[in-house]
């Protein structure tokens, strides 16, 4: 697939921005703070409904402001898809996909599909669970909107166990409820590590085949996911069914559930270590880059059509060896890449877009 084009209105500090991407690399170039990430800012909201910078949609409102507005059409290989969202301090954001307000956030996964990838996405492999359950919940649900209704269920189930935990303090009331939601949580939340533990499975073999390309054979990684233990749905419901019960006592003392999928991480070892505590930034860098050259194969194969891939501001973190790599697949891609100067080889065709003050312009070849 491949975006024709973004249109921005009033998002951060572009006023009336069109940007017309070409097929293969677009280049986004400019001096610090002239507006570069917030253009691929506005692809990634409208491929995932969040912005990877902020949990606050009116930061993405000009601050001059009350209301913003971006419009994006998609090529697909079935035909075109038009995606725009408004955000207004008041009614919030509402996304439409072809001129159709949608009811479900899930509905907008799924119509432009993207890899994001930026130093900050270093947190994947560095900072806490957290932020490996949310990479996998992404990109699970880019590829099944159907997921992230899963999650949203569970999350709500979720919230009113911890509820009747903190709040009840009749013990006979609160084993009396209890037992119900224990049953709809793990009915919940065994689809979820079964989804999840599948995506890791496939992520493993590519992920791994790149680290190594970028390492020159010599990085060996390893993707376990961490989190109750089963193969099928009904062995991980039994299992997860148990633990909330094992805990309940533990649960009622902390006011909060502390086993289940909203706790489960991702473990990624190298060479045997785990790479959190023991890989070096240089290392952990090239994981989440193997991560993501992963994530582009896999869904171009459940797709059947390449993804878009959204690179910010990579390039110069990345030594000549890392960057060659990159480059070789990002050649095969529609690629929106940003940063302040890039020394492509000569005969690399690409088109640039220069970025000052909010304004954006195609250059001349
Ligand atoms: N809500 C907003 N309203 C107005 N301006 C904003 C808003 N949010 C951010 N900006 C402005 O946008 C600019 C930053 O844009 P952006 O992050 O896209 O820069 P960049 O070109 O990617 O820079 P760098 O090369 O440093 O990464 C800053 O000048 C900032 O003040
Ligand atoms: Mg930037």
């Not at 699970?140 to 919230?159: H, P």
């Not at 009331?173 to 065994?190: F, G, R």
């Not at 020159?216 to 148990?242: F, H, N, R």
């Not at 290392?283 to 896999?298: G, M, N, T």
């Amino acid at each position: 697939m491949k975006i024709n084009y973004v249109k921005l209105h009033n998002f951060r500090n572009h006023k009336d921005t069109l940007v017309e991407f070409d097929d293969g690399i677009n280049t986004l170039t400019g001096q610090n703070g002239q507006g570069k990430t917030n253009v691929v800012e506005a692809l990634v909201v409208a491929s995932t409904t969040k912005s990877p910078r902020t949990s606050k949609e009116h930061d993405l409102i000009n601050a001059f402001e009350t209301s913003c507005f971006v419009e994006i059409e998609v090529q697909r290989n079935f035909g075109k898809v038009k995606i725009e969202y408004f955000i207004d301090k008041e009614q919030g954001k509402i996304f439409k996909i072809n001129g159709n307000e949608i009811k479900k956030m899930s509905e907008v996964f799924g119509n432009l599909i993207t890899v994001y990838f930026s130093p900050d996405e270093l947190k994947i492999v560095s900072e806490s669970p957290n932020e490996r359950r949310e990479f996998m919940d992404t990109d699970i649900s880019q590829l099944s909107g159907s997921y992230y209704n899963l999650i949203t269920r569970y999350n709500k189930v979720l919230f009113q166990r911890n509820k009747l935990l903190k709040t009840e303090r009749n013990r006979e009331m609160l084993m009396a409820q209890i037992s119900v939601w224990n049953e709809q949580l793990a009915a919940l939340a065994a689809p979820i590590i079964r989804t999840r533990k599948g995506f890791i499975e496939k992520l493993t073999g590519p992920a791994k085949q790149a680290l190594k390309d970028l390492s020159k054979q010599t990085e060996e990684l390893e993707i376990d996911y961490v989190g109750a233990k089963g193969t099928t749905v009904e062995e991980l419901k039994k299992e997860i069914l148990s633990a909330l019960e094992y805990n309940l006592e533990r649960d009622i003392e902390l006011g909060y559930t502390s086993i289940g999928p909203h706790r489960d991480d991702i473990k990624f070892s190298l060479n045997g270590m785990d790479a959190r505590n023991f890989a070096s930034q240089g290392q952990q860098r090239s994981i989440v880059l193997a991560l993501k050259i992963a994530e582009a194969e896999i869904f171009s194969a459940e797709l059947g059509e390449n993804p878009v891939l959204v690179l910010d501001d990579v390039f110069s973190e990345l030594d000549t060896r890392r960057q060659k790599k990159l480059f070789e697949v990002v050649s095969s891609y529609q690629t929106i890449v940003t940063g302040t100067a890039f020394k492509f080889p000569k005969e690399q065709a690409y088109t640039n877009f220069r970025v000052a003050s909010g304004i954006v312009k195609k250059m001349k070849k």
